[in-house]
Nanobody, 126 residues
Framework: QVQLVESGGGLVQAGGSLRLACAAS????????MGWFRQAPGKEREFVAA????????FYADSVKGRFTISRDNAKNTVYLQMTSLEPEDTAVYYC???????????????????RGQGTQVTVSS
């Protein structure tokens, strides 16, 4: 079974940047479509970004479009989320996950992903 370890979170001021990484172990994720989600206290998990297995197509939530960039390095078995111009509203625990459905119809659906990591906390101060 694949295990996912998210890292790179932390405390940053509004307008700052962070780069999250999702490192996989146990098996390769090079054939999986992957996504990043986030969950703030008291809120439901929400879609942030997704990338197809080869990195050719990416998708973003409207709230992060133009500020966040998802990418992957299959040789390193890792998916990244570059976050810039961070806002206090971006504060949440961020999770990566592999898509288990028809990706192009379900890339933004939290329930169509398999979550194997503990997440990484991102806190943006105003």
């Amino acid at each position: 079974q694949v295990q996912l370890v998210e890292s790179g979170g932390g405390l940053v001021q509004a307008g700052g940047s962070l780069r999250l990484a999702c490192a996989a172990s146990g098996r390769t994720i090079s054939t999986y479509h992957m996504g990043w989600f986030r969950q703030a206290p008291g809120k439901e998990r929400e879609f942030v970004a997704a990338i197809d297995w080869i990195g050719a197509r990416t998708f973003y939530a409207d709230s992060v479009k133009g500020r966040f960039t998802i990418s992957r390095d299959n040789a390193k078995n890792t998916v990244y989320l570059q976050m810039t111009s961070l806002e206090p509203e971006d504060t949440a625990v961020y999770y990566c996950a592999r898509n288990t459905g028809n990706f192009y119809y379900s890339y933004a659906v939290p329930g169509r992903y398999d979550y194997r990591g503990q997440g990484t906390q991102v806190t943006v101060s105003s």
